[in-house]
């Protein structure tokens, strides 16, 4: 993780970041250990503070001996351009590494970001206390200038750690929502969204926290937009299909992936995903089969290859009639989205149908929204379209 390099910085800088290091150092000794459970190994804090206590070391040591610490992260990607198949991006293996040293003025501000970062997190899981990427921010915004720094950090240190980011009791504002045949127990207080299938409840954010999951549905569906969910609650979509709903709300956020990710394991149910007929749906649904290329690294713990896209399809205007004003020409924009994303190889040797698709979008050049099905009737969706396409296997 560390190796030593002959070169020094700046004298001032060095004596900055050396006693910075020092009481970052010292901050760590004072931590009380204590144990919790985590969903890979060697992920439970007191594990983690040694890792940190290791780390900190290293760089203080380094320093110490008047050398420049240069610290090595390992790089993950869940996706290239290699359309041969030869390449590794499905394994979750490193695909190399990149090297951060002092003697770069920029990389000295990433490391200085990395350990104001990492002192949160050691005092986080110190206290077994839980907070989101903005509270860390707010606690340094004139260093940090930006919140992408931040997350830039998180990923960092989930990489130097080798763990998850709610492992370093780093939670997002939850935004996803659930609905449907399913009862299961959060931090104690039992959710029963059995009692009544169509109203939507918040997808937990400590997903870690959830247990005694309970469900007698068929399926899982995963819809884009809130839009959508809220229309298929009003039509009592899950009273009238055994089913469960849920929705990111757009980009699908870590509790949303997650706990998404909880259900398929215990109850090894189909899940299908309904996005619209465009580029930004398109790439909302590999999110949640492939995986985000910003946090690579966690892929395997947080896609769900087993989803299916249900629709819509382009070829689902002509099928189901779509009049010519309710379809928008794809945008300059679209189209550069649409051939940045055909290239990835995990569509041509994964799920070359989807790529198919993708190239017909871009073929036919029109986009539509899943609600122009309501310009049969406002239930076509919940009524006609989901059941005769689950019914059918309309589905890829």
């Not at 006693?19 to 594990?47: C, D, W």
């Not at 050691?122 to 509270?135: A, F, I, M, T, W």
């Not at 229309?231 to 699908?252: E, H, S, W």
């Amino acid at each position: 993780m560390l190796t030593l390099v002959p070169n020094t910085p700046a004298r001032a800088e060095l004596h900055s970041y050396k006693a910075r290091i020092y009481q970052f150092s010292n901050n760590v000794n004072l931590h009380r250990e204590e144990k919790m459970e985590g969903k890979r190994s060697n992920t439970q804090p007191l594990t983690l503070i040694r890792k940190i206590k290791g780390f900190t070391r290293s760089i203080v040591e380094d320093l110490a001996r008047g050398r420049a610490p240069l610290i090595y992260i390992d790089r993950f990607r869940n996706y290239c351009t290699n359309t041969s198949g030869n390449c590794s991006c499905s394994s979750g293996l490193s695909t190399g590494k990149e090297a951060i040293s002092l003697k770069r003025e920029c990389h000295a501000r990433r490391l200085d970001v990395l350990l104001r970062v990492l002192v949160i997190v050691q005092q986080l899981l110190q206290e077994n206390r839980h907070g989101s990427k903005r509270d860390i921010y707010y606690m340094h915004p004139t260093v940090f200038k930006e919140q992408s720094v931040v997350d830039r950090a998180i990923n960092d240190i989930c990489i130097l750690l080798q763990c998850s980011r709610h492992n370093l009791n780093v939670v997002s504002v939850g935004n996803g929502l659930v609905m449907g045949w399913l009862r299961y127990v959060e931090s104690g207080r039992k959710i029963n969204c059995i009692g009544n299938p169509h109203t939507a409840y918040p997808i937990p954010v400590l997903v870690e926290e959830v247990d005694d999951i309970i469900s007698v549905a068929q399926y899982v569906l995963v819809v884009e937009k809130e839009s959508v969910f809220q229309r298929l609650a009003n039509d009592q979509f899950c009273k009238r299909n055994r089913c469960i709903v849920i929705t990111g709300r757009g980009y699908p956020d870590v509790p949303t992936r997650r706990f998404l990710r909880l259900l398929i394991d215990k109850l090894h149910l189909p899940v299908y995903g309904l996005v619209d007929c465009d580029p930004y749906g398109f790439d909302i649904l590999t999110t949640y089969k492939f995986g985000s290329l910003q946090m690579a690294y966690d892929a395997t713990f947080l896609r769900v290859s087993e989803i299916q896209w249900l629709g819509v399809f382009v070829q689902d205007c002509d099928n189901y009639s779509i009049p010519q004003q309710c379809l928008l020409p794809l945008t300059t924009e679209d189209k550069r989205k649409v051939e940045a994303m055909l290239p990835r190889c995990y569509l041509q040797r994964e799920v070359p149908q989807w790529r198919f698709e993708l190239e017909l979008l871009l073929h036919k050049g029109v986009k539509f929204e899943i609600e122009a099905l309501s310009v049969h009737s406002l239930t076509f969706l919940s009524h006609e379209y989901l059941p005769s396409k689950i019914h059918n296997g309309g589905y890829i």
